[in-house]
């Protein structure tokens, strides 16, 4: 007697389960015939601030003959035209007379003429020999060409009837976060006056024999 023939039961074993990152490789589409390049991150630090004060020059102007010094930080590429504004507005004058700049040699005994004028008007008649423009000239050269550097001092004449003399004395620089720890970044505040004493004098009085009496 023949035997009947038995009906297979089984089912064909199913693949191994793929891990995730097996799938997504083989899931992912191949490039239409160029080859795959990631794009570099974007580089999202931020630069450093400027320090708006940072490189300044940091002065000690005084008025000759008074009590009113005055510490400013000047930028160094500030020409002497707008420099002379700077002062008007720290000692409180009133921009209504003339006034020059004088290069002169360091104090000594004996008096020598200036190396240097800078005015507004250098072609006027009354102008020295060695007038410039002031607009021509920034502090920088002055306070550091060779030609005068340690070697002169720096007055700012101001009324010549009355003859209010400023010394100026370069005193440093300002260091790199100097602006930042005053709070003027925020107004991008480049020239400053840091402290100052002593009331402001009048104009018209005779200068500072007439001031002091």
Known sequence: MPKATRKRTSTARAEPLKTKSESSASDEKPATGKPTTKKPSKDTTKPPAQDYQAGNYLLLVSLSGTHNPNITRILPTLTFSKFHF????????????????????ARTESWHPPLLYLQRYPQDSFAEANTKDEKDFTLADVLEKEEYEGKTQLVYEYDMGDSWEHEIYLLGRADANMGKAMGMNAFKQRIACLAGEGHVCAEGCGGTGGWRI
């Open 86 to 105: 700077v002062l008007q507005i720290a000692f409180n004058w009133s921009e209504s007379h003339m006034h020059t700049f004088r290069v002169e040699s």
